[in-house]
Nanobody, 126 residues
Framework: QVQLVESGGGLVQPGGSLKLSCTAS????????MAWYRQTPGKQRELVAV???????RYADSVKGRSTISRDDAWNTLYLQMNSLRPDDTALYFC????????????????????WGQGTQVTVSS
């Protein structure tokens, strides 16, 4: 049974940093690209960063240059180091597998009916 537990969120001032962690159990981590997603009220969940099983990374334009995604397969843990945080980074952050579209080569997340953890809240405010 899949379980995803996100942690590391909090309240931080603009320009600050946070490192998010996600621990996964069940048959999800080592065989899938893994990604961080975020969601704000009334908006669709957004894919923020993805790391493939081979370590290839891709970022949304909104976080590119400010964030680093990494994975530790030995510990089934996914990380997201976020720097130079801005108020518009405020969101509930989730981790989950990422799916690759062979039509256009983009990554996308599981559907809403799939399993999602509770997420970790990031609030950027002075």
């Amino acid at each position: 049974q899949v379980q995803l537990v996100e942690s590391g969120g909090g309240l931080v001032q603009p320009g600050g940093s946070l490192k998010l962690s996600c621990t996964a159990s069940g048959n999800i981590f080592s065989i899938n690209p893994m990604a961080w997603y975020r969601q704000t009220p009334g908006k669709q969940r957004e894919l923020v960063a993805v790391v493939s099983t081979g370590g290839y990374t891709r970022y949304a334009d909104s976080v590119k240059g400010r964030s680093t995604i990494s994975r530790d397969d030995a510990w089934n843990t996914l990380y997201l180091q976020m720097n130079s945080l801005r108020p518009d980074d405020t969101a509930l952050y989730f981790c989950n597998k990422a799916l690759l579209s062979y039509v256009d080569g983009t990554y996308y997340g599981p559907g809403e009916d799939d399993y999602w953890g509770q997420g970790t809240q990031v609030t950027v405010s002075s």
